[in-house]
């Protein structure tokens, strides 16, 4: 079965870190661009970071350049997001997704494209 398990989100502190991940099962992350994206409550679903199969090319959405860095372990099997700088507006549910094909890593984020999805984990920032 192709699966895709994010895990590492929760509650933190403005100005706070978190580290979250996104495994495969059942498939091999390595031949795939990997995004994350999130959605907000009654707002739609948003790219934050892609990367492509070879982490050569990554792409960052405005709001989270400078303190949001996407990687990959393809040995893993597992791609990472470390959120640094947390803000409340950063709140939402984190998803990630893979995609066998794509023309830029910026279409993955922007056109939130996805062949896998995962189901998500939720990220709160509140004092």
């Known amino acids: 079965q192709l699966q895709l398990v994010e895990s590492g989100g929760g509650l933190v502190q403005p100005g706070g870190s978190l580290r979250l991940s996104c495994a495969a099962s059942g498939f091999s992350l390595g031949y795939y661009a990997i995004g994350w994206f999130r959605q907000a409550p009654g707002k739609e679903r948003e790219g934050v970071s892609c990367i492509s199969s070879s982490s050569g090319s990554t792409y960052y959405a405005d709001s989270v350049k400078g303190r949001f860095t996407i990687s990959r372990d393809n040995a893993k099997n597992t791609v990472y997001l470390q959120m640094n700088s947390l803000k409340p507006e950063d709140t939402a549910v984190y998803y990630c997704?893979?995609?066998?094909?794509?023309?830029?890593?910026?279409?993955?984020?922007?056109?939130?494209?996805?062949?896998?999805w995962g189901k998500g984990t939720l990220v709160t920032v509140s004092s």
């Open positions: 997704a893979a995609d066998g094909w794509i023309p830029t890593v910026q279409h993955m984020c922007v056109g939130a494209r996805g062949d896998y």
